[in-house]
Every structure is written in structure tokens, then in C-alpha cells.
């Protein structure tokens, strides 16, 4: 257990809280994911248990930060293996109250997450895609040992703006 929260692996029968995060996640950081807020919501509990489902499936890891006292949860961290010996990072989030606090969620989460894509693909990276005007979240991978990689891709739902590519090497 860390301080004040611990980490778990989701699990299909995390849908409601997954969802409820993923809502919070789409109102207050729209930029910083592919899916709109009206989408979400209308998304059928069959969708919801896939969602949570597949964070324990083969090739991937979904985790949460769960505050110690209760089943609330804090934050979300996802990764998958592409395929090509590399994995990515996705659905990275941490409620406002728990960002760049003291008490070291936001690394706690990428700490498992790296420690499980590095057992998966030794000699790989971990890439993840931010978006441009998210000068926070690149600072904390920057921080992490993040490097950009002079790659950009469109951002989906707004393709005037960029997602800007950075990597971790694990080798």
C-alpha cells in the first residue's frame, strides 16, 4: 500500500467505478483523451464491462489508484503491447485533488505500468502520444525520462491541433 491509496489491476467487475472515473476524466481533461464526453455517456453497460475487461487481458494492463479507506478511485493508467515490440501508454489520468501531491500517485501508477511492459518487451519502448498544448503532462513524462520523438499525429478529434509522440526506452 502506498500512502493514502494502493494500486489494483481493473477487473471486468470494475465497470462502475470505470466508468464513473472515465466520465470525470472526459469533463474536466477533454483534450487529453479520443472519445467526447456525450459519447461516453451514452455507451451501453455491455461497452463498459469490455472497457474494464480488457485491462486483464493478454498484452495489456488497466490499473487504478484506490484511496485506502474506501473503493474510490483516484486515478487510471493503462498500457497494450503494439504488436511491433513496443507498448503504449493510454487513459493516463489522476483527479485534480491527487495531482502533483506529495504523495507520488501519478508515479506509482507509471511505475507498475513500466515494470510490466518492461518484463513484456525488455528491448522495446514505451511510446505514448500527448497533446501538444498539455505542457503538464509532458513536463511529468519529461521528468520520468520521457524523450520526444519528433513524431506528431493528428489529433482525432480535432485535426488542427497534434499529439506529440514520446518514448521511454526500456533496453
Known sequence: MESGFR???IAESDWQRMRALRLEMLAD??????ETLEDARSLPEVAW???AGRSSREGSIGLAAVEAASTTWLGTMSAYLDGRGDAMLVSVYVTPAWR???MGLTDALLDEVETWV???VPEGRLLLHVHEDNPRARAFYARRGYVETGRTIAYP?????NEVEMALPLG
Open 100 to 102: 502533483g501531491t506529495a
Open 118 to 120: 518492461r518484463a513484456a
Open 49 to 51: 464491462r469490455s472497457r
Open 157 to 161: 478529434l480535432d485535426r488542427t491541433q
Open 29 to 34: 481533461t477533454p483534450l487529453a483523451f479520443l
Open 7 to 9: 494500486i489494483e489491476r
